[in-house]
T-cell receptor, first 113, second 115 residues
Framework: SAVISQKPSRDICQRGTSLTIQCQVD?????MFWYRQQPGQSLTLIAT?????????ESGFVIDKFPISRPNLTFSTLTVSNMSPEDSSIYLC??????????FGPGTRLLVL | KQEVTQIPAALSVPEGENLVLNCSFT??????LQWFRQDPGKGLTSLLL?????REQTSGRLNASLDKSSGRSTLYIAASQPGDSATYLC??????????????FGRGTQLTVWP
């Protein structure tokens, strides 16, 4: 299994500001995934972060809005830039274990005022 | 594009009942299907993983089945308990060749088990 931690666990931010979310995994993984869960909605993949290369973004998500860093095989950050109330969501980091099970962090709950 | 639907959206039952949560998906070319539990204010906890070649998986009081050809999976919870109250999410991983690790999620079934 994989143990994933995220910081911060929650935050309240003003519109127009940016927030960086950290994700730490207890083992080395090739790919890390960032998901968003808007209120009452399902989880949606934002991007896939590979160590040593640019992140791959899903349709509807762009690097300027959600820049991602992946400095090593156990750590990644997601920044939510120039926030608006529509960015209020839960942001989750995820990795795939060697048994193909997908593991998720506890999430970062973001409220933008 | 893969679409995942979960029925019902919400379910409220008395303790002790056996219940079935349903998940359907539109594209049968899946690599695996996973059931998760999400407690309020918490992340996702993996419950069961079914590979595309398998028909079912069991863990304790939970049993998940997969009928890939019809695009359906069910999660059976036996002898429900108040501690089972949570949102249950179904997710499918497309067959290898697409974005590795990408999951498509349903909106979940919010389960309440009252004593």
């Amino acid at each position: 299994s994989a143990v994933i931690s995220q910081k911060p666990s929650r935050d309240i931010c003003q519109r127009g500001t940016s927030l960086t979310i950290q994700c730490q995994v207890d083992s080395q993984v090739t790919m890390m995934f960032w998901y968003r869960q808007q209120p009452g909605q399902s989880l949606t993949l934002i991007a896939t972060a590979n160590q040593g290369s640019e992140a791959t973004y899903e349709s509807g998500f762009v690097i300027d809005k959600f820049p991602i860093s992946r400095p090593n095989l156990t750590f990644s950050t997601l920044t939510v830039s120039n926030m608006s109330p529509e960015d209020s969501s839960i942001y989750l980091c995820s990795v795939a274990g060697p048994d193909e099970t997908q593991y998720f962090g506890p999430g970062t709950r973001l409220l933008v005022l | 594009k893969q679409e995942v639907t979960q029925i019902p959206a919400a379910l409220s039952v008395p303790e002790g009942e056996n219940l079935v949560l349903n998940c359907s998906f539109t594209d049968s070319a899946i690599y695996n299907l996973q059931w998760f539990r999400q407690d309020p204010g918490k992340g996702l906890t993996s419950l069961l993983l079914i590979q595309s070649s398998q028909r079912e998986q069991t863990s304790g009081r939970l049993n998940a089945s997969l009928d890939k050809s019809s695009g359906r999976s069910t999660l059976y919870i036996a002898a429900s308990q108040p501690g089972d109250s949570a949102t249950y999410l179904c997710a499918v991983k497309p067959f290898r060749g697409s974005t590795l690790g990408r999951l498509y999620f349903g909106r979940g079934t919010q389960l309440t088990v009252w004593p």
